[in-house]
């Protein structure tokens, strides 16, 4: 492989550094102008470009990899990634994610999250809102609290094989207009029962 290798000074365009290989149809160069600092690597269909001026660097490529031992990131302002395409997030072992102030998570179609075990925890308040909301336990589900308020604005519907309402104190059922009590059989037990 024979390489053609150019070196051109100009007090106006700078330095100029071109390495032709003409059996890879591959051009190489840097340019050095006194503003910017330009290094293309040209191939037969694909090209990439690193371009920094005093402020900004720019690599603009097909594909762009990193392989390092540990990596950090950090900008003192915003920071922004995007993916025209996929975007994954893939970790052997444990992941962080840590705001000092609010986190927001949005999509336009289905947010799904999958584990061995979720637990969410919140300080002082935790809200669930959606047209339709459905806790869904294939062997139980527990609703602990030291009050538990369940309110419907239109109707309120509690279904099981066998249900069982139990109080260790006082109970009251109470209906603002019929209130009915059904059973086949139906029993009402009590040391001391008052009906009216």
């Known amino acids: 492989m024979t390489l053609v290798c150019k070196i051109e000074l100009s007090q106006t365009d700078g330095i ?5 290989n003409k059996d890879g149809k ?3 160069t840097m340019v050095f102008n006194g503003t910017s ?5 040209k191939g037969d269909s694909d090209t990439s470009t690193i371009t920094q001026t005093s402020d900004t660097i720019t690599i ?3 594909n762009f990899n990193v392989n390092a031992e540990a990596i950090t990131c950090k900008s003192t302002k915003d920071t922004l990634h995007h993916a025209d395409g996929t975007f ?7 992941t962080t994610f840590t705001s000092a102030a609010d986190t927001h998570v949005k999509v336009t179609s289905k947010l799904n999250m999958t584990a061995a075990d979720i637990a969410a925890t919140a300080t ?10 459905t806790i869904n336990g294939d062997t139980k589900v527990s609703i602990t609290g030291a009050q538990v308020d369940i309110a419907a604005t239109a ?7 066998t249900v069982k309402v139990a109080a260790s104190g006082l109970m009251n059922v109470e209906g ?3 209130t009915t009590v059904k059973g086949s059989i139906t029993n009402i037990q009590g040391s001391l029962i008052k009906l009216g």
């Open 176 to 178: 603002g207009g019929i």
């Open 60 to 62: 603009d490529c097909k």
């Open 88 to 94: 994954d997030i893939d970790s052997t072992k444990k």
């Open 124 to 133: 002082s308040s935790a809200k669930v809102t959606a047209a339709t909301t």
């Open 26 to 28: 591959i051009t190489q």
């Open 37 to 41: 600092m330009v290094h293309t690597c």
């Open 16 to 20: 100029t550094v071109t390495v032709i």
């Open 155 to 161: 109707t309120a519907n509690l279904k099981g094989a």
